[in-house]
């Protein structure tokens, strides 16, 4: 999972170090913004790992305040990018304020839609909805694919667990995802759950307390 982004990052900078090639300009830019979101992807695993042993150990530090959801969701979505893929947010703008830890919420959305866009369907739409009450918002991040068995569905928290189907065959990942996303969301005093069936694909519901001034 490391080697890709290194691998990217490796070959395009090798490329702008040549003496022996004329490199124009476009070429110059599209390396480098290469080179940024691979860098940025593997910041982002690399934070991943770190999390891992205060997850285990209950001693994760979270800054919970009062945050705009769509503020934070939007963010995520402009790390994430696919050209075969749509993401879709649904989230209105004027959404109350939730309380939650800001980094740490981008983070969960961030691997959230990051294995969504890398399990869905080929040129299909990561959909993400939200409802609320007086006491809380619930979120959920819809992708299209088959059907997946409840029994496999109570397993994905697991650390190192991947569903084996032909798409996870053919995609690199740690099944680390949603192990760190459900300690994450519990340290921010949330809950998690996951959902499959023949409409929606794959769906994630994450719940967060509506900040009460």
Do not use: H
Request: proline fraction near 3%; aromatic fraction near 8%; hydrophobic fraction near 35%.
């Amino acid at each position: 999972e490391f080697r890709t982004p290194l691998t990217s990052i490796q070959g395009y900078t090798s490329r702008l170090l040549r003496q022996d090639i004329q490199i124009d300009e476009e070429t110059k830019q599209k390396s480098l913004r290469t080179i940024k979101k691979q860098s940025e992807r593997l910041s982002r695993m690399v934070e991943d790992l770190l999390v891992i042993p205060d997850i285990e150990g209950a001693r994760i530090r979270t800054n919970i305040e009062p945050i705009w959801l769509n503020k934070i969701i939007n963010s995520a979505v402009s790390l994430v990018k696919s050209d075969t893929k749509t993401i879709l947010n649904n989230v209105p703008e004027d959404y109350p304020l939730i309380m939650a830890d800001k980094d740490r919420l981008e983070q969960v959305f961030v691997n959230l839609l990051e294995n969504a866009v890398k399990y869905s369907n080929e040129n299909s739409e990561i959909i993400i909805d939200s409802i609320f009450d007086a006491n809380f918002v619930k979120i959920y991040i819809k992708n299209s694919c088959d059907m997946i068995r409840q029994d496999k569905l109570e397993t994905l928290f697991e650390k190192f667990t991947r569903i084996d189907d032909k798409t996870t065959r053919t995609t690199r990942g740690t099944g680390l995802g949603l192990f760190i996303v459900k300690g994450l969301v519990e340290a921010m005093e949330g809950e998690i759950k996951l959902y499959s069936n023949k409409e929606e694909g794959f769906v994630v519901e994450i719940q967060l307390p509506v900040f009460k001034p």
